[in-house]
C-alpha cells in the first residue's frame, strides 16, 4: 500500500466532479437547499491533490475556489449564479470541509457581511474541537481595523464585528523607502497564518512589509505588528528609486512551522530575487509582456522569537540558480521535453530554437515545505503568463533540484496564487 502524503500541494481552483473515493467524501446543502458534494484526489508533491465538488446547483462556468486550509480544516467558496459574469459575492456559498478518517463533514456558512476577500480570512482549530473563522478587514483611518469573526459553536449569533487599531505598531524600517517604493508603508495583506496557542493567534501578513498579529480569542484583542526581512536589493532598483512591489505571493512566502520532533515553533519566510529584463514586445502567444531572466536566487530565514526586533529574522539559506545542482536525469529529461528551456521555438526552415538554462527559467510564487524541511516549492512557466505551469521543488540546504512535475494548463492573473501547502492529508483515512 502506498503511504499517504503528510502534505500536498492543493490547486486553489476545484474541479467540477465527484471521486470515486468515498471516505474522503462529504455531503452538505447550498443556499438552495441542493446537495453538494466535496471529495479530494490527493497526490504526493509535487504532483497536485484535487479537490472536487459536485451540485446541481453551483455554476459550472466559475470553478470553486480554495479560500485557506490549516490542519484538517479547509475553507471553499462555490459560486452559484449563472453565466461567467456571475461575480458578485453574493453569488458565492461558503463551506467548511473538515477531514476525517471515516467521518468527513461539510458545513455552510451563514454569509459574511460585508464581504471579505480571499486574502484576508483564515482559520483557527480551537482546542475543544470547534473552529473560528476570523477576517480583518482594513477601514479608511490609518491603522484601523474591523474583525469579523464566526465561532463554529456559536452559529445562532453569525458573526460578530468590533474595531480594531495597531495598539503595538511594528518598528521603524531601518533604512529609508524610496519614492518608487512607497507602497510598503501601508499594510495590504497578502495572506494570512494560524499561529494558534491559548490566545489563537492569527497573522495578517504583508509579505514586503510585515504581520499583524491579533488573538483572536481574546475577550479585548488588539493588533500588534511584526516586521519582516526588508527587500534590500529591490529597494536598490533604478538608481536608488526603488521598486513598485506588486502582490507578495508572486515572489515571497511564509509559513509557521510546528517542529514536533525538536518541539519548537518558528516563522520561516522564502523570498525569490530575480534578476531580468522586460522586453520592448509583446509575446505573440500570450499577448503579455515578454521578459528575459538571468539568473534567480531563494533565501530563506527564520524567527523563533516572534517579536517587533528585525533581528528576531536570522538568514539560513541563500543560493543562485546558476550553483543549484541536478542530480536525477529524469528532471533533467523532463526540462528538456517540457519546453520549459526554450526561449523560442523551432522555427519551420528546420532553425532550432534558442536553448535555455535552469537559471533562465521564469519562476514564481516560492513556498515553504511545511513539515520543517528546508525545500522550496517554485512555480514555473515558459514565458510570462503562459498558460502551462509546472512545480519545481528545491533541496534549499543542498542546493538541489529535487523533483519537478507539471501542475496544469491555467491561465492567472499577476496576483493569482494557484496552489496552497497543506497537511490535510495527515487527517484522513491512511488507505486514501
Not at 508533491?45 to 475556489?65: A, E, G, K, Q, R
Not at 512607497?182 to 494560524?194: D, E, G, P
Not at 529597494?235 to 508572486?250: A, E, R, T, V
Not at 535552469?358 to 525545500?375: F, M
Amino acid at each position: 500500500m502506498e503511504r499517504r502524503p503528510d502534505h500536498v500541494l492543493l490547486n486553489t481552483i476545484a474541479v467540477a466532479g465527484r471521486h470515486s473515493n468515498d471516505s474522503t467524501t462529504a455531503s452538505g446543502r447550498t443556499r438552495n437547499g441542493k446537495t453538494i458534494e466535496v471529495s479530494f484526489s490527493l497526490e504526493h508533491p509535487p504532483h497536485p491533490s484535487i479537490l472536487l465538488v459536485h451540485s446541481s446547483d453551483m455554476n459550472l462556468t466559475v470553478p470553486p475556489s480554495i479560500v485557506y486550509t490549516v490542519d484538517d480544516l479547509l475553507l471553499l467558496s462555490v459560486n452559484m449564479g449563472s453565466g461567467p459574469y456571475s461575480l458578485s459575492p453574493n453569488d458565492c456559498d461558503f463551506f467548511v470541509y473538515r477531514v476525517h478518517p471515516t467521518r468527513p463533514s461539510l458545513h455552510l456558512l451563514r454569509r459574511p457581511h460585508p464581504y471579505f476577500n480571499d486574502v484576508d480570512v483564515g482559520l483557527l482549530p480551537r482546542l475543544d474541537g470547534q473552529y473560528t473563522i476570523a477576517a480583518l478587514i482594513p477601514t479608511t483611518t490609518w491603522n484601523q481595523y474591523e474583525l469579523h469573526l464566526f465561532d463554529s459553536d456559536s452559529e445562532i449569533q453569525g458573526w460578530s464585528r468590533r474595531t480594531l487599531t495597531v495598539e503595538a505598531p511594528q518598528r521603524e524600517f531601518p533604512v529609508k523607502i524610496p519614492v518608487d517604493s512607497a507602497r510598503i508603508h501601508r499594510h495590504l495583506t497578502s495572506n494570512v497564518i494560524t499561529i494558534g496557542g491559548k490566545g489563537g493567534t492569527m497573522g495578517w501578513v504583508d509579505l514586503w512589509r510585515g504581520i499583524l498579529l491579533c488573538d483572536v480569542l481574546d475577550p479585548k484583542p488588539f493588533l500588534r505588528g511584526l516586521p519582516l526581512p526588508l527587500p534590500l536589493k529591490e529597494l536598490s532598483y533604478n538608481d536608488g528609486n526603488g521598486f513598485p512591489f506588486g502582490p507578495g505571493g508572486q515572489r515571497r512566502g511564509i509559513s509557521f512551522i510546528r517542529d514536533v520532533d525538536k518541539g519548537k515553533c518558528y516563522l520561516k519566510l522564502v523570498h525569490l530575487e530575480m534578476s531580468d529584463v522586460r522586453l520592448p514586445h509583446l509575446d505573440d502567444e500570450t499577448r503579455a509582456f515578454c521578459f528575459r531572466v538571468h539568473n534567480w536566487a531563494l533565501t530563506t530565514w527564520s524567527n523563533t522569537r516572534m517579536t517587533d526586533s528585525y533581528e528576531d529574522w536570522h538568514q539560513e539559506y541563500m543560493i543562485q540558480a546558476s550553483d543549484m545542482r541536478i542530480d536525477d536525469p529524469a528532471i533533467s529529461q523532463m526540462l528538456e521535453t517540457s519546453g520549459l528551456l526554450m526561449h523560442t521555438q523551432p522555427q519551420d526552415d528546420g532553425a532550432a530554437g534558442e536553448q535555455l538554462a535552469l537559471h533562465n527559467l521564469p519562476v514564481s510564487q516560492p513556498s515553504l515545505c511545511i513539515n520543517g524541511e528546508d525545500v522550496v516549492y517554485l512555480l514555473a512557466r515558459k514565458k510570462y503568463m503562459h498558460q502551462e505551469a509546472w512545480i519545481v521543488s528545491v533541496d534549499i540546504k543542498n542546493g538541489i533540484v529535487q523533483a519537478m512535475d507539471k501542475f496544469g494548463d491555467q491561465r492567472q492573473l499577476d496576483s493569482t496564487i494557484i496552489y496552497r501547502l497543506s497537511t490535510i492529508s495527515k487527517y484522513m483515512n491512511p488507505s486514501n
